[in-house]
């Protein structure tokens, strides 16, 4: 007899910065998710798909737990809560180069009161020694309580393996939701509007990078043979404005070289970047902004 194919959704979920989207991608093995050293980089529900002959797993990579702020904050934290009712397994991450804080408490707090079957991902061990990881793995699962723990380095690939054979075997009998051949569920512009979002976030610091959303207005191969793409960075001040643009306009001129940098190979074309800088007054905390650049209403 054939082995049965098996599929579910696992709800990747954890404080911010602690290494969810770095692992989503390990997993996946296509970046699917942008990161960035910042926290509260993931600001959407991101899909990535782990495919094997026998089984496909959906990866949901989700905003971290943090304290809100803005009503953007909300707007992140109810995508994470959201995933969870989609899910047959969830995988939580913590950073074991720290003990577990209020964020990985209610991280915790969220998993267990979902009655969701946890794997625990004790991550970034290759920034700790072996007694530290064993001291953190006593914290993390006396809080998490998870059927299972493993000890892996998303950046370097430890103990993925082994988190990844269990997280399959633990898969319900179920057809494939996407195609085989496919690792996200993002549509072209989304795409490309994260990739420039993650060259804005690694540009600039303290709250400015906060402060930009991106969106992406047009895309369409010219007869020239470049793909035009124009996207929008809002910010929610003239002062913001200025220091992404940049003393003669150099800042927004890295962002786009960087961005290119990254978007030729996906699209295996030259691409003519057409990127503009616009002030849409405290977005962050107003609804219908919220709504108008994706962060409501979707997942
Ligand atoms: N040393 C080390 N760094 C890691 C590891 N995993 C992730 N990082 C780094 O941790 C930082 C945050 O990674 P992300 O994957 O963006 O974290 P996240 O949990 O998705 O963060 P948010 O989306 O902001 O909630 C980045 O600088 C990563 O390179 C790891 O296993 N070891
Ligand atoms: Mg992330």
Redesign the pocket.
Known sequence: MPTPLRSGFAAVL?K????????LNALVGAKVSI???K????RHRIVGIVNRDWAQLVLLDT??IHQPKHPLDEALLTAANRALPDAELCLL?ADVSGSPSREDEQAARLVRDSGIPTVLAL??C??VLPDVIEARAVQYGTLVQPVAAHRI????GAGLDGLIDDLLSRLPEGPHYYPADSTTDQVEDFLVAERIRECVMESLHQEVPYSVAVTVDQLEPRDNGKLYIHANLYVERDSQKRILIGQGGQTLKAIGAAARGQLEPIFGQSVFLDLWVRVLPKWRKNESSLRRLGYLGSA
């Open positions: 954890g911010t910065n602690v290494g969810k989207s770095t692992l990161v960035t050293d926290p509260q980089t993931t905003p971290g991450v991550n970034k290759d920034r380095s998303a950046l370097t």
